[in-house]
């Protein structure tokens, strides 16, 4: 069985402060892929990042970096100089070939002016 | 862009009453899924559809079923409404059935209301 962990459930920050959200995962499948989607309070869930389990170079965004360690199962997304507008709740997913997706329970991000 | 489309955002309800929920994608994506997000849960899978007129149930599949009878469209019927359905309900399409290369996307959402 595959799970997502999301061990923060809510984190406030003040603007421009660094944050990371981090996300463990479990899977008995050699390829994988794992997904950040972001849901701002309009409900909309949000594609942010797509990686597959072969690739673990780390990716920046913009303010946005993920963090891809097969060795600890982790993908963990880290926001610099965060802004108000980062508020939102942001969900670690899993999949692979032989099932839909799975969803971590997602981390609320207040980030305070 | 692809575009799902939930018909309503916010939605109330009495208990026992018949409730149809419909998402519409514009991308011919072959695969839809409904969701419900509560509170400490995140989203729970209720439903999926991999072609017209097939579906698969998820999660939590009680209480609910679907519809499919167009690839653009895909219906959540609440059969008999309760309180413990009031929900936030996500529609999302993927051109994959599977947690595979590609990302689902997701409808605004709908929340739902049963009194």
């Known amino acids: 069985a595959q799970k997502v962990t999301q061990a923060q459930t809510e984190i406030s920050v003040v603007e421009k402060e660094d944050v990371t959200l981090d996300c463990v995962y479990e899977t008995r499948d050699t390829t994988y892929y794992l997904f950040w989607y972001k849901q701002p309070p309009s409900g909309e869930l949000v594609f942010l990042i797509r990686?597959?389990?072969?690739?673990?170079q780390n990716e920046i965004s913009g303010r946005y970096s993920w963090n891809f360690q097969k060795s600890t199962s982790s993908f963990n997304f880290t926001i610099t100089a965060s802004q108000v507008v980062d508020s939102a709740v942001y969900f670690c997913a899993l999949g692979s070939g032989y099932s839909t997706l799975t969803f971590g329970k997602g981390t609320m991000l207040l980030v305070s002016p | 862009d692809v575009k799902v489309t939930q018909s309503s955002r916010y939605l109330v309800k009495r208990t026992g009453e018949k409730v149809f929920l419909e998402c519409v994608q514009d991308?011919?994506?072959?695969?839809m899924f409904w969701y419900r997000q509560d509170p400490g849960l995140g989203l729970r899978l209720i439903y999926f559809?991999?072609?017209?007129?097939?579906?698969e149930k998820g999660d939590i599949p009680e209480g609910y079923s679907v519809s499919r009878e167009k690839k653009e469209r895909f219906s959540l019927i609440l059969e008999s409404a309760s309180t413990n359905q009031t929900s936030m309900y996500l529609c999302?399409?993927?051109?994959?059935?599977?947690?595979?290369?590609?990302?689902?996307?997701f409808g605004d959402g709908t929340r739902l209301s049963i009194l």
């Open positions: 991308m011919d994506h072959e695969n």
């Open positions: 990686r597959n389990s072969f690739d673990e």
């Open positions: 999302a399409s993927s051109p994959e059935i599977t947690g595979s290369n590609q990302p689902q996307h």
């Open positions: 559809s991999y072609d017209v007129k097939m579906k």
